[in-house]
């Protein structure tokens, strides 16, 4: 159910932007007003950047953390345009913090594949080949699928069943056309399912490998809802086959959801 999705975001364009080519602020995503520290500019701050907003006790990574997040939002919703370079301290004088949290919350995302570093300007979008996200796909399907199996055969149906309502998170997201939360909310039931199977490394790799495969999320407002409709309801059957452990079926989902089917 997410070839529909991989296939969409290579080919369409993005929703409105964050920011133009330079960085300069635009869009609607703002970092709690808890994160705004009084951390120094350090020189980063960029002209007509807001003054500190007095004395808080907020740790930087704290700070670093809620940039984080934002960015994060703004990428899979595609106010990040892929392929554009966006500054630090231009982002920094959007969230009202200085370009050291921005700055580490970037270099963070450079390491997820979502951002890559251009010396002396800042950070550029990653724009997905085709081929890429086909790739991503495969991966996952290759560590997902034998391991929901092997999940289907020995964890009892009431452990199924708590899982229920994060899939109906899914469906909630995805009734809405949230972007956004349909990512966060899509990564958190895979996470809890694959949990089951007690591999804390398995649960680090596959969530890197999802991630990647969200950088960026983009496709036309028209396509995007039925999309993500498809696949919140595919999460709802998987649980039903799991709870069932009917294999087939399992097996037959897992890797449609990853790699699509001609059939």
């Given at each position: 159910m997410e070839q529909g999705a991989a296939r969409e975001r290579a080919t369409e364009r993005p929703s409105p932007p964050f920011g133009d080519a330079a960085g300069r602020p635009g869009g609607s995503v703002r970092v709690p007003e808890q994160a705004r520290g009084t951390e120094e500019a350090r020189g980063e701050h960029t002209h007509g950047e807001p003054a500190p907003l007095g004395p808080r006790t907020v740790r930087r990574h704290s700070v670093r953390g809620q940039v984080l997040e934002a960015l994060r939002t703004a990428l899979v919703g595609g106010e990040l345009r892929p392929g554009e370079v966006y500054s630090a301290p231009a982002l920094a004088e959007r969230f009202g913090v200085s370009a050291t949290p921005v700055r580490e919350a970037m270099q963070r995302l450079a390491v997820e594949g979502a951002v890559e570093v251009v010396p002396n300007r800042g950070f550029r979008v990653t724009e997905r080949t085709p081929r890429e996200l086909a790739e991503l796909a495969e991966v996952r399907a290759?560590?997902?699928?034998?391991?929901?199996?092997?999940?289907?055969?020995?964890?009892?149906a009431a452990r199924w069943a708590e899982l229920r309502p994060l899939a109906e998170a899914t469906a909630t997201?995805?009734?809405?056309?949230?972007?956004?939360?349909?990512?966060?909310?899509?990564?958190?039931?895979?996470?809890?399912?694959?949990?089951?199977?007690?591999?804390?490394?398995?649960?680090?790799?596959?969530?890197?490998?999802h991630r990647r495969s969200q950088w960026p999320l983009i496709s036309a407002p028209a396509l995007r809802h039925g999309v993500l409709v498809a696949d919140a309801a595919e999460h709802t059957a998987l649980l039903d086959a799991l709870t069932a452990q009917d294999l087939t079926v399992v097996q037959t989902l897992v890797r449609e959801h990853f790699t699509g089917s001609e059939a």
């Open positions: 290759l560590i997902e699928v034998p391991v929901m199996l092997r999940l289907a055969r020995t964890v009892p997201a995805a009734a809405r056309g949230d972007r956004a939360h349909y990512a966060e909310a899509d990564r958190a039931f895979h996470r809890a399912v694959l949990s089951l199977a007690g591999n804390e490394q398995l649960l680090a790799v596959a969530d890197d490998l």
